[in-house]
């Protein structure tokens, strides 16, 4: 079977998406599922000369946003005459942009199903991008985008139960399939006697609160240096690492310094995710995550593989991760609330030791090779004739 996908981003943009892709095109190779996948050239993406099921298309940058590409719409429009010696059984899109649209007139090309992933939830991010904009108008801009490309399709994969909801709502008619992306969970068994702290200039003694992701201002970390200077008036010895990169970078590390922590909180910034970020979480005490806006939370998964426990507020997709409570603890969605939580699960190693033996076997059910295969299942259930 040869699937086509298409996305307007992948790596070296580090996010969800191009997490998700990766990891669903590893385990599908295990699956006899040939995956050719279209994205952006970067200009900067490390030696893929070995991998020949990547086509990286000519992008330009984007005024106002560095990190992400705009596929040449002359290279899209030519697709059909790039590609008119392969075989495609589905055409999977992952991105609600130009892959959107091209995915939609090469499946109509050649009559084969079109799907897609609807990975973001867009309608809690546009406030934060285009503030200029009134809320309720840029939810119903959102809301109608949505209904339309989706119902455009032949079925629509969800990360989670909260987002299949919401498409729902917004009136979409199409099947939808909750798969969410597995994890690596190998990756994540990183030995936990390591140097990480001292290498990267951590206190070596102090109980370690972590959040690693993209760091943007839909990540509602504002709120959680909020949640940890609280924390710190409770326990003064606690630390918090964030490591990560994004547009809310420069005004969270204003925001410590205003708010006296800069002896407190750490900036790490991206970590190698095969290498570095595995060191990372082990060399952690507790994972801290008050985002709002998740579609699923994969690293909330990661660090449980890791055995590291988890605080953080059951919103959205990662209410199916946390709500379980398995290496997990539900954190309200209030300042003082989280960082007493906080707080108090740095001082009681009885209890993270438990939190760390619950999430580690919990993290096993959500392993990629399972996901992979449900994927491969879905695939040949639509392409059937």
């Not at 290279?75 to 091209?102: C, E, G, K, S």
């Not at 406030?127 to 339309?148: E, N, Q």
């Not at 760091?215 to 918090?240: G, R, S, Y």
């Not at 055995?307 to 209030?334: F, K, T, W």
């Amino acid at each position: 079977m040869h699937i086509l996908m298409i996305s307007d981003v992948y790596f070296p943009r580090i996010n969800g998406v191009s997490t998700s892709i990766q990891t669903f095109r590893e385990g599908l190779a295990e699956e006899n599922v040939n995956v050719t996948l279209i994205a952006p050239d970067y200009n900067n993406a490390e030696n893929e000369g070995d991998d020949a099921g990547l086509l990286r298309l000519p992008a330009r940058t984007i005024p106002f946003d560095p990190e992400d590409r705009l596929m040449h719409g002359s290279h899209l429009r030519r697709l059909p005459q790039t590609l008119q010696d392969q075989h495609f059984d589905l055409i999977h899109v992952q991105t609600p942009f130009a892959a959107h649209y091209t995915g939609l007139k090469l499946a109509k090309h050649r009559n084969i199903p079109c799907i897609a992933t609807y990975h973001t939830h867009f309608e809690e991010y546009f406030h934060h991008y285009l503030p200029v904009m009134p809320r309720p108008m840029a939810r119903g801009i959102t809301r109608r985008l949505a209904r339309s490309q989706c119902n455009a399709l032949n079925a629509v994969i969800v990360p989670s139960t909260a987002m299949k909801n919401a498409l729902h709502d917004y009136g979409v008619t199409r099947p939808m399939h909750v798969l969410p992306t597995g994890i690596p969970l190998a990756q994540f068994s990183a030995d936990t006697e390591n140097d990480f702290r001292q290498r990267h200039n951590l206190p070596v003694d102090r109980p370690l609160a972590l959040f690693v992701g993209r760091v943007a201002h839909e990540k509602n970390l504002h709120f959680l240096l909020e949640a940890m200077q609280h924390a710190l008036t409770l326990n003064p010895e606690i630390a918090l690492v964030i490591a990560g990169e994004g547009p809310a970078l420069n005004s969270l590390k204003k925001a410590t310094r205003q708010l006296g922590m800069d002896g407190d909180v750490f900036f790490l910034g991206y970590l190698d995710r095969k290498q570095e970020l595995p060191l990372c979480y082990a060399a952690a005490d507790l994972f801290v995550f008050s985002s709002l806006t998740e579609t699923q939370g994969l690293v909330l998964l990661e660090a449980m593989a890791a055995g590291l426990p988890v605080l953080g507020i059951p919103a959205m997709g990662a209410a199916d991760i946390l709500n379980p409570q398995l290496g997990a603890v539900c954190a309200p969605n209030e300042r003082k609330g989280f960082g007493s939580l906080m707080a108090e699960l740095l001082t009681d190693t009885a209890r993270l030791a438990k939190l760390s033996t619950e999430g580690r076997e919990f993290a096993q059910t959500w392993g990629a090779p399972e996901r992979a295969r449900q994927l491969a299942h879905l695939y040949r259930q639509i392409a059937q004739p």
